[in-house]
């Protein structure tokens, strides 16, 4: 006989649904109690990980910042040297030389203090001190434009590709290592009225030449010319800048039917301004400092016949190691220090107008 299968009453199977919604709900008890211990395992992570940032910024910046200590710190090391030269024979000197312009000083006696005393007796007492400075401006005006064509010109003659032309670059630039005393001797023989070589060979063609450096109205000229003798240092950075000037302008210029002129006032000369603009700085600076030619090829340095090269630095040498007026040398000095500055001043403002960097940028 067959066994009879349990019939499962209404009670039984109301057992069973509650033991399977006992275990599905202790099942979802323990996955919920693993994802609140997984959530807050990665919320006490992440706060120790902000607790360690916290700590470890400021230390990291602590490290940065006293590693830039320690290398301006270094830095100022390794510069002191000409820090310490810097400020005791330059910015020392400096405002001593102003504030004994307001005094009497004269080396060997005390200094009072006299106001502007020496600034009205430059201008107002001194007919010399406006010659020397008429004397220096016309140097100046004259020397600076002449010299400044002249190293240009000479430099675009000497950026052509011609055999021997290294040759003919170090013959230009000897006279600009050759320099001092035994220039400024050798030109005074050559400059000489009887037997010098300039008039010798103005007279091949039939000129007289001048006194030259005996003559009160060819002192200043010849000086010139002596300067323009010695415009290789010039002529070598305009070379440097011509050969910088990019070879497809030309090349463009030469297709749209350019003359040789048109180039060199259209590509030429804008492309090399900030080296023109350079030169003429330094040039002016250079000029109002004018002095060992004076010097030397004057006779005890009295600024030739009828004063025709008596120099601003020669007039304030003389006040201050002649006659030893410190104190109205150092008013000289810096009224020349204020003429330099308000014309670098003004090139400076400008240059901006007719200076073409190559960048296009406005400097």
Request: hydrophobic residues 45%; aromatic residues 14%; charged residues 15%.
């Amino acid at each position: 006989m067959k066994k009879k299968r349990p019939v499962a009453t209404k009670t039984g199977r109301l057992c069973s649904q509650t033991r399977i919604r006992s275990q599905t709900a202790g099942k979802k008890s323990i996955e919920g109690r693993d994802v609140v211990m997984e959530t807050a395992y990665e919320s006490a992570k992440k706060r120790k990980q902000a607790a360690q940032r916290n700590i470890a910024e400021p230390v990291k910046k602590y490290r940065i910042k006293s590693l830039r200590k320690r290398e301006e710190l270094s830095g100022f090391l390794f510069i002191s040297p000409w820090l310490i030269g810097f400020v005791a024979l330059t910015v020392g000197p400096l405002l001593f030389s102003l504030y004994v312009s307001f005094t009497n000083y004269n080396i060997t006696s005390k200094m009072d203090f006299v106001g502007t005393q020496n600034y009205h007796n430059m201008f107002f007492n001194d007919g010399l001190f406006w010659t020397s400075l008429w004397n220096t401006l016309y140097f100046v005006a004259f020397s600076v434009p002449l010299t400044t064509a002249g190293a240009i010109l000479l430099a675009v003659l000497l950026n052509q590709k011609i055999p021997g032309i290294k040759v003919f670059r170090t013959i230009y630039y000897l006279p600009a290592v050759l320099s001092g005393v035994a220039v400024y001797l050798l030109w005074m023989q050559l400059l000489s009225p009887s037997t010098g070589l300039v008039n010798t060979a103005l007279s091949w063609f039939g000129i007289k030449g001048p006194a030259w450096l005996f003559d009160p109205e060819w002192t200043k000229p010849a000086l010139i010319v002596m300067k323009m003798w010695s415009v290789g240092g010039g002529m070598l950075l305009y070379l440097a800048s011509l050969q910088g000037v990019s070879k497809a302008m030309y090349e463009a210029a030469d297709i749209d039917g350019a003359s040789a002129f048109r180039k060199f006032f259209h590509i030429t000369l804008p492309m090399i301004t900030p080296v023109i603009f350079f030169d003429i700085v330094t040039s002016l600076i250079g000029g109002f400092q004018i002095f060992q030619e004076a010097y030397v090829m004057t006779e005890n340095g009295d600024g030739g016949p009828v004063n025709s090269l008596l120099f601003y630095n020669l007039h304030m040498w003389n006040k201050a190691f002649e006659v030893f007026d410190m104190g109205y040398a150092s008013a000289m000095a810096w009224f020349l220090f204020v003429i330099v500055l308000v014309l670098t001043v003004i090139n400076l403002k400008f240059g901006k107008h007719w200076v073409h960097y190559g960048g296009g940028d406005e400097k």
